[in-house]
Nanobody
Framework: QVQLVESGGGLVQAGGSLRLSCAASGRTFSRDAMGWFRQAPGKEREWVATITWSGVNTYYVDSVKGRFTISRDNAKNTVYLQMNSLKPEDTAVYYC??????????????????WGQGTQVTVSS
């Protein structure tokens, strides 16, 4: 059974940091592009960042550039999202996703084939 399991969410004050992890199992994801999305209450799920299969190329939504860093460890089948200088508007459920296209860079939800269940991130002001 293919699974993506996110962890590392929690409650943090504005200006703080969190590191999210997404552990993949059931198949090898080392040839997949991996992405992070988030969904705030009452809003649509939005793309946050993507990393291609090798880790060489990364892409970010403008609102997190310079604050968030996506990375991966293919030996561990894990992708990370380091979030610094967090703001209350970053509060959301964060989801990781895998795309069978190793060079995927799309922000469209339809570009991703596997999804995790999400982890809650709450940033207090």
């Amino acid at each position: 059974q293919v699974q993506l399991v996110e962890s590392g969410g929690g409650l943090v004050q504005a200006g703080g940091s969190l590191r999210l992890s997404c552990a993949a199992s059931g198949r090898t994801f080392s040839r997949d592009a991996m992405g992070w999305f988030r969904q705030a209450p009452g809003k649509e799920r939005e793309w946050v960042a993507t990393i291609t299969w090798s880790g060489v190329n990364t892409y970010y939504v403008d609102s997190v550039k310079g604050r968030f860093t996506i990375s991966r460890d293919n030996a561990k089948n894990t992708v990370y999202l380091q979030m610094n200088s967090l703001k209350p508007e970053d509060t959301a459920v964060y989801y990781c996703a895998a795309s069978l296209n190793p060079y995927e860079r799309t922000s469209r939800l339809g570009g991703y084939d596997y999804w995790g269940q999400g982890t809650q991130v709450t940033v207090s002001s």
